[in-house]
């Protein structure tokens, strides 16, 4: 994408089904087509008319199996970004706005489906597609303890303090206490609980860690000249990077900015690419698989250094009502609900529309960080329509 | 055995209690992955070097929750990255021995061959052992309170 194709693909249509973990009422494929359809109705297109899907993080349900009950006509793109983990989350819109901008499909869903009857426990299933002999033989089989290594080394070496996650996950409960659709409905974030709960993989406790549900999220994505004519405002995607530098990847820990959540690059490109710089982003959708690689992510996108990040990632900045940037607005996948962060481009799409739980006035902007540490790593950034 | 890239070797060596490493014998660089191809300048040839078993603690991580790992690890276990001796950075993984509360990034690690059990099949894995002398990560603000 350069800035001759930026926003002529939009978002019209958003779905989200979500229930706790294991307690989906359908199995995951019945799910994802009711993501779908609402997607679609949200929208007002017709679900027929779907001809691409694109997915991430090694979703199992392929786009043909979903035809007959969406009554499609044609499909014409199916694809899925590499890579196991929720890094791929934001590369997804890129593929679909290839897919229409090319004039290879018209009407594109991006999408996530997770139920645990289907697909077992999601860090497993994203660990499958990780584990080798050298990361098993040192009792690494769990995203929370690659994680915490990598942690581990931002707090000590770079000497990031310990409060700042609690700051990021307190803003979380906050806005996830206000959203009636967020597994935290009505519970603000119990400090002491957070600061003494188990601990997991030191340096992460219980509430450092997203933890799973079953659910499905669909996004219906046309060009943005069609979407005006949908019922919903257009929210248009306005750049999109993905990928890793040289230095980092699958590098069984070799990565050479090791703690950082590989996004530099990748941000620098959105940068560019959008002519944007962080101070012009009004609200962030910020993947956090675990608390410091959310913080790391913010730092990766310029937000703040490892020097000023006390400063920066304080409470009152992060919170809808006033912040000077907002994070996480629906709860994120702490305390809205974790499916593999579908509900985070989700969020993105309804807070520039003005349809969140926790609105912010006047907001153009929002980006969306996807998932932090993966080897390859993405981000996107929507905006309203400014025609 | 599941290594990844072009690291038979590797586990060839570990096996018969030795470490080494691939160099690019027209570049010199270490190479960590493995890699069949020197990508900084072409090569395909490459020497294994050895390497003494011993390093820097460059990360580590203290495993609480039972997540499924080898048996032998029991629970606490702490999982690190170790930076090996005069091998241009690179960093190989493994466990360290006893509950190791008070390791700290920068501390001297030698480490040994241990056999691990994985999904039905004997391993060799690194386990390394902190140095009894003053560690020389008191210079780093350790920043948690552990």
Redesign the interface.
């Known amino acids: 994408m350069n800035r001759a194709s930026q926003a002529k693909v939009a978002v019209a249509g958003v779905g989200l089904r979500q229930y706790k973990r294991g307690g989906a009422t359908l199995p995951e494929q019945g799910i994802l087509i009711r993501a779908i359809i609402d997607a679609c109705e949200d929208a007002g297109f017709n679900p027929a008319d779907v001809d691409g899907f694109v997915s991430y993080g090694d979703d199992k349900n392929e786009p043909v199996r979903l035809m007959p009950d969406l009554g499609t006509k044609e499909l014409r793109w199916n694809s899925q970004v590499w890579g196991g983990g929720g890094g791929g989350i934001a590369a997804a819109f890129g593929q679909a706005a290839a897919a229409i901008i090319s004039g290879q499909a018209n009407a594109v869903i991006v999408f996530r489906a997770l139920a645990q009857g289907n697909s077992g426990r999601m860090s497993a299933a994203v660990m499958r597609h990780h584990?080798?002999?050298?990361?098993?033989?040192?009792?690494?089989?769990?995203p929370?303890?690659i994680c915490?290594?990598?942690?581990?080394?931002m707090?000590?070496?770079h000497?990031?303090?310990?409060s700042v996650t609690e700051e990021l996950v307190k803003a979380s409960y906050y806005h996830g206490a206000k959203n009636p659709e967020a597994s935290s409905f009505g519970k603000e974030l119990d400090l002491e609980a957070y600061r003494t709960g188990?601990?997991?993989?030191?340096?992460f406790r219980l509430f450092d860690c997203s933890r799973e549900n079953d659910g499905a999220g669909a996004l219906l994505l046309v060009s943005t000249e069609q979407a005006r004519d949908l019922k919903k405002p257009p929210i248009t995607l306005l750049g999109v990077a993905n990928g890793a530098s040289q230095g980092w990847g699958?590098?069984?820990?070799?990565d050479t900015d090791?703690a950082s959540a590989g996004f530099k690059p990748v941000a620098d490109r959105l940068w560019e690419q959008t002519g944007l710089q962080p101070k012009d982003i009004d609200v962030v959708q910020l993947y956090e698989n675990f608390s410091a690689q959310g913080i790391a992510s913010l730092i990766d996108h310029g937000f703040c250094t490892y020097e000023n990040v006390a400063e920066f990632v304080k409470f009152e900045n992060l919170i809808a009502d006033g912040g000077k940037l907002p994070v996480n607005t629906s709860g994120g996948n702490f305390a809205q609900g974790f499916i593999h962060g579908i509900g985070t481009p989700i969020e993105a799409i309804r807070v520039l529309r003005g349809e969140s739980a926790n609105n912010v006035a006047n907001a153009k902007t929002c980006l969306l960080a996807g998932g932090p540490g993966a080897p390859t790593v993405s981000s996107a950034i929507f905006s309203v329509d400014d025609r | 055995?599941?290594?990844?890239g072009a690291?038979e070797a590797y586990?060839q060596a570990l096996s018969a209690g030795e470490l080494k490493l691939p160099q690019c014998s027209a570049c010199g660089k270490t190479h960590?992955?493995a890699v069949w191809r020197c990508g900084e300048c072409g090569s395909w040839e490459h020497e294994w070097k050895s390497f003494e078993f011993s390093g820097t603690i460059?990360?580590?991580?203290?495993?609480?929750?039972e997540?499924?790992?080898?048996k032998e690890?029991g629970l606490?276990?702490v999982?690190?990255?170790v930076e090996i001796d005069n091998a241009n950075g690179?960093?190989?993984?493994?466990?360290i021995a006893g509950n190791a509360e008070n390791i700290?990034?920068g501390d001297r690690v030698r480490g040994e061959v241990i056999s691990?059990n994985?999904e039905d099949e004997v391993?060799?894995?690194?386990r390394w052992h902190l140095d009894d002398k003053p560690s020389t990560a008191t210079k780093?603000?350790?920043?948690?309170?552990?």
């Open positions: 584990l080798n002999d050298h990361i098993m033989g040192a009792g690494l089989i769990a929370a303890q915490a290594l990598r942690a581990q080394r707090f000590e070496y000497q990031v303090p310990h188990r601990w997991v993989t030191e340096p699958d590098l069984i820990e070799n090791y | 055995m599941k290594g990844i690291d586990w960590w992955p460059f990360s580590w991580a203290r495993t609480w929750h997540f499924g790992a080898a690890f606490p276990y999982s690190v990255v690179r960093r190989l993984l493994g466990t700290r990034i691990v994985i391993i060799p894995a690194l780093f603000n350790s920043g948690a309170t552990l």
